[in-house]
């Protein structure tokens, strides 16, 4: 099969704003954008539309090709004004009936539907669950749901619907600087809080209705037990599940990284790559169609229906959503066979599946997805003009090639802020793998229909475990190189903005090279480096003193300029506290040292007890910081002492902390609780 794009697709990028889909996309992006972060509720937007409807017909009709462009302002600010009303509706929690408006402070009932079971970790099972009534009120609203990990009766499967008498907790920000927000995660997918409950504490509902995505689910369920029967070893099940169906539980970690290392850990996720080749395979084998009367018409409806049976049966999750809806729009190009515009089907998918689901806007997998695609359609045909080799194996393979490298143009810089590292024999994994991916993807659909029919022969199952070991190894090989994985780099958001910048700017002027392009992209690449010198300049002058969270461990970070010294009880166990911190601000060096019983910061002084309980020589203290458990009087202490702030750590048992915690309110001393609180910053005192 020859890789083929939709005509038009040399337009400059610029011509790119001619096309109405690309304007109102960016302008319901915008609109999603400032709903979010601003959190404007949905009757603001939804009047101001209101009104701006009848001005839309109005100018449409007065309006003069030489006067001001009134009816394109209003279309504007009318698309700005739907992005910030379908994301207020999507986010729900300013909805009158949205749970999270009702008294959470003591324990109610809720009544919860399964809507999503996700990764569970080495402690809880966690389920997104919508919410049904909250003390027999109908409510609304999604909820994070956590089940201790203990009873194999206590998994949930999509669907169920269950009784909790309980109360909640809102979802905890990060207790060390730059760390992971999985708040701010949960919250770009309208969750807020969060139910913890023992195995006994709820009760299912007998009586629950049936939905699509439980459908699915139960569909993708039955086919992995299908497969469990067969004598797959339980590496290549677990990547043929993820491969084939998105399940990516059983996935080791060391499969799993593996796959990251070698810049292939797309290849594990049901997305845009799957249902491209699928959709290519299905033009291929139903051609045939096309010769009989209305075979095009059949032929569309087949290749449509057949993606969005694969994504049922993928369980309908939002990446595979995600992908069959962007390929059915491009299998209706397809289908029309007109000179349509590549970027005009991506910016109308995208329109169209940010108008039903605003919120995969913040997804990153949605990112890179559509920064891929685009990329592709705009940088693969300029290196095909760059070099078209005669030799069809070469040609072959420079196609590929040239695929790889425009996709990952297109998420490197997303890549790089969400990952801080890239993998840079990416394009000999996919080299390796990519080619024979239809082959493997379609035999591997053929194996899920003769199992489902009970007809899978026994050699067709070592052949396809085979190719799959086969395809682990060479990823392993290839992850193996560590020294082409480059890690832990620095990448902010101001670097992102620019990155894509100079990208776009480097194709530009790679393919129409001028003395006026060749300007831009020399500001481009300044405005890139002056940014880093910026901010080497600000890591100059930088100085901070942090205490960090870490259950049985104390540690300190201090930062001068690009060396932080770590101070720690164990300094075995602060790698990725110390990783993370160093990565987002730019630290070049790290050395490690046993943490000491009295420090002075900026005259002021911190003296830390740890479980020996040697009282300081110092009266009046500034700091006060408990850890690993001090058997001590603590009221004797505070009096003899006397500091201005106590402070204690993740080394020290809860039931002592919340003992010292209501001491130090009683006479009146200001306490921290990293488990609480998080870190503290003691910056501000040496600056």
């Known amino acids: 099969m020859e890789l083929r794009l939709c005509e038009g697709h040399a337009y400059p990028l610029v011509r790119l704003f001619n096309f109405v889909s690309v304007k109102l996309c960016l302008c319901l992006i915008t609109g999603i954008i400032l709903g979010f972060y601003f959190g404007v509720a949905p009757l603001f937007p939804l009047l101001a539309m209101l009104i701006f409807f009848p001005l839309l017909f109005w100018f449409h009709k007065k309006q003069s090709r030489e006067g001001f462009p009134f009816f394109e302002v209003s279309m504007v600010l009318t698309t700005i004004l739907l992005g910030m009303f379908v994301v207020a509706m999507a986010m729900g929690n300013t909805l009158e009936n949205h749970y999270s408006n009702r008294d959470l402070n003591k324990e109610k009932v809720w009544h919860l539907k399964v809507r999503e079971a996700l990764k569970p970790n080495p402690y809880s099972q966690r389920y997104v669950a919508q919410v049904i009534t909250l003390d027999e009120e109908a409510s609304t609203g999604k909820i994070l749901l956590s089940l201790p990990v203990d009873s194999i009766d206590s998994k949930l499967k999509v669907d169920d619907e269950i009784f909790v008498f309980s109360s909640v907790e809102a979802i905890r920000p990060p207790l060390n ?37 439980g ?33 990516r539980d059983d996935i080791s970690e060391s499969t799993y990284n593996d796959y990251k290392n070698a810049g292939a850990v797309h290849i594990l996720a049901v997305s845009g790559l799957h249902v491209g080749i699928l959709l290519l395979l299905l033009q291929f084998l139903l051609s045939p169609l096309e010769r009989f009367s209305k075979g ?30 962007m390929f059915t729009f491009l299998a209706y190009a397809m289908y029309l066979n007109r000179p349509t515009n590549s970027f005009n089907i991506i910016a109308l998918s995208m329109l169209f599946i940010l108008l039903i689901k605003p919120l995969f806007l913040f997804q990153v997998g949605f990112q890179m997805s559509y920064a891929a695609v685009f990329a592709i359609v705009w940088i693969y045909p300029k290196l095909q003009k760059f070099w078209f080799p005669n030799n069809i194996i070469v040609r072959k393979t420079w196609q590929l090639l040239s695929v790889s490298i425009a996709a990952q143009l297109g998420v490197l810089p997303i890549s790089l802020f969400y990952f801080h590292q890239f993998p840079a024999l990416f394009f000999i994994s996919n080299l390796l793998i990519i080619p024979f991916l239809g082959l493997i993807l379609g035999i591997g659909i053929l194996i899920i229909v003769l199992s489902l029919i009970n007809q899978l022969p026994i050699f067709l199952v070592d052949s396809y475990d ?34 894509y910048f100079t990208i776009i700017l480097i194709v530009g002027f790679l393919s129409r090279p001028k003395r006026k392009t060749a300007l831009v992209l020399f500001a481009g690449i300044v405005a890139l480096q002056g940014w880093a010198i910026w901010k080497q300049f600000q890591l100059k002058n930088k100085e901070s003193l942090i205490l960090a969270h870490k259950s049985r461990n104390t540690i300190l970070l ?10 720690a009880q164990d300094t075995s166990n602060v790698d990725r506290i110390a990783n993370d911190y160093s990565v987002a601000e730019h630290v070049k060096a790290l050395t490690k040292n046993q943490i000491q019983n009295s420090y002075n910061i900026n005259q002021k002084k911190l003296y830390v007890m740890d479980s020996l309980g040697f009282y300081p020589i110092e009266q009046d203290l500034d700091f006060l910081l408990l850890t690993q458990s001090p058997k001590i009087n603590f009221e004797r202490l505070l009096d003899s002492v006397r500091p201005k702030m106590v402070l204690a750590d993740g080394s020290s048992y809860k039931s002592y902390v919340e003992r010292w915690k209501v001491t130090c309110a009683q006479k009146e001393i200001p306490f921290h609780y990293t488990g609480e609180k998080g870190y503290y910053d003691f910056s501000e005192l040496i600056r």
């Open 177 to 213: 600087p730059h760390q992971f927000n999985y708040k701010d995660y949960l919250r770009k997918q309208a969750i807020y809080h969060q139910i913890r409950v023992s195995n006994d504490a709820f009760s299912i509902d007998k009586n629950q209705s049936t939905t699509l995505l």
């Open 215 to 247: 459908l699915a689910a139960k569909a993708r369920e039955h086919i992995i037990s299908k497969l469990k029967k067969e004598r797959f070893g339980p590496e290549e099940l677990s990547v043929i599940q993820a491969l084939l169906l998105g399940q």
């Open 296 to 325: 095009k018409t059949v032929k569309l409806l087949m290749v449509v229906l057949l993606l969005w049976g694969y994504a049922f049966v993928a369980g309908l999750s939002p990446s595979i959503v995600r992908a069959v809806t």
């Open 466 to 499: 085979w190719v799959i070991g086969v395809m682990n190894a060479v990823v392993s090989w290839v992850a193996r190189q560590e020294g082409f994985i480059i890690k832990d780099i620095p990448f902010d958001s101001v670097q992102l903005v620019l990155g």
């Open 558 to 567: 201090h930062q001068t300029g690009n060396v932080l010294n770590v101070f």
